[in-house]
């Protein structure tokens, strides 16, 4: 069966700080990778998404940065994090395009 | 803005009575989905729903969609306790890959 990972489970960073944030799936090749953002009481958004290694492309303009240097590997990144990047942080993936997604636990990220 | 919108913001039952949930959309869809989040967690899939179809069951659930009037609703029977969650529907708004979720529903089922 598939699983997805996803760590650390909560981070707390000063203004300013660089951010890694990690995604693997294991059991599954080849899947489409997503990057989530969840701010308290909304929706979700889309951040990236990477349909292959090394194919990622961007939703929303901002300072965060993806990358996919494995098949079932996707990487959140930052250089300097700002007090807007708070949030809840969630990496999903599908099997295929319009398929349903399967969401790893989330990362709780507090910028102070 | 938001292409799904759930409806209520919040709903709060009492355990055994059954909760729902609608959600309305902008724009022509392939199919609509609906999620569970609980608390500090990552969303579970629930159910996905074509636009050629008009009802779905899974278990206790029960999804409808109505193209004409761009609107779903989810229908938990007999729920309890640990149907306690929020609620999101996600559409994908004719595109390919890329869903588009609403604000949630908040759902509470008291003991």
């Known amino acids: 069966s598939q699983t997805i990972h996803q760590w650390p489970a909560t981070l707390v960073q000063p203004v300013g700080s660089p951010l890694s944030l990690e995604c693997t799936v294991e059991?599954?090749?080849?899947?489409?990778l997503y990057w989530y953002r969840q701010a308290a009481g909304r929706g979700l958004q889309l951040l990236f998404y990477s349909v292959g290694i090394g194919q990622i492309s961007s939703e929303v303009p901002q300072n965060l940065s993806a990358s996919r240097p494995q098949d079932r590997q996707f990487i959140l990144s930052s250089k300097k994090l700002l007090l807007s990047d708070s949030g809840f942080y969630l990496c999903?993936?599908?099997?295929?395009?319009?398929?349903?997604?399967?969401f790893g636990p989330g990362t709780r990220l507090t910028v102070t | 803005s938001q292409q799904g919108e759930e409806d209520p913001q919040a709903l709060s039952i009492q355990e055994g009575e059954n909760a729902t949930m609608n959600c309305s959309y902008k724009?022509?869809?392939?199919?609509l989905q609906w999620y569970r989040q609980n608390s500090g967690r990552g969303l579970v899939h629930l159910i996905l729903i074509r636009s050629n179809e008009r009802e779905k069951h899974s278990g206790r659930l029960r999804v409808t969609l109505d193209t004409s009037k761009k609107s779903s609703s989810l229908l938990i029977t007999a729920s309890r306790a640990a149907d306690t969650a929020s609620y999101f529907c996600?559409?994908?708004?004719?595109?390919?890959?890329?869903?588009?979720f609403g604000k949630g529903t908040l759902l509470t089922v008291n003991p």
């Open positions: 999903a993936w599908s099997e295929g395009l319009a398929y349903e997604q399967y």
């Open positions: 996600a559409t994908d708004a004719g595109s390919n890959y890329k869903l588009t």
């Open positions: 724009t022509s869809i392939n199919n």
């Open positions: 059991g599954t090749s080849n899947p489409n």
